[in-house]
Nanobody, 119 residues
Framework: QVQLVESGGGLVQAGGSLRLSCAAS????????MGWYRQAPGKQRELVAAISSGGSTNYADSVKGRFTISRDNVKSMVYLQMNSLKPEDAAAYYC?????????????WGQGTQVTVSS
């Protein structure tokens, strides 16, 4: 079955860095686009960054220039390098992918990893 397992969250001071990792299994990783989303308390989940199967990336305006998404197709891993963290970056971060089977697309999510940024 599809599994996405995030790690790497934690507490960091403003201006610091964290690297999130997502281990994927249960599907052909190299063929799938992957995304990182975040959700802060009382707010909607939002896309932070995405990477296509070919390696093209896109970012939310709020993180451009600070965050970098990357993938390792050999290890079936996707990463989110977060630099110059701000208090407003604090949230639960989720790894996501969409898989089409029998003509139907379904989103899969990890359990999330918490990022806390102290000012």
């Amino acid at each position: 079955q599809v599994q996405l397992v995030e790690s790497g969250g934690g507490l960091v001071q403003a201006g610091g860095s964290l690297r999130l990792s997502c281990a994927a299994s249960g599907f052909i990783f190299r063929l799938n686009a992957m995304g990182w989303y975040r959700q802060a308390p009382g707010k909607q989940r939002e896309l932070v960054a995405a990477i296509s199967s070919g390696g093209s990336t896109n970012y939310a305006d709020s993180v451009k220039g600070r965050f970098t998404i990357s993938r390792d197709n050999v290890k079936s891993m996707v990463y989110l390098q977060m630099n110059s963290l701000k208090p407003e970056d604090a949230a639960a971060y989720y790894c996501q992918t969409s898989i089409v089977r029998f003509g139907t697309s379904r989103d899969y999510w990890g359990q999330g990893t918490q990022v806390t940024v102290s000012s």
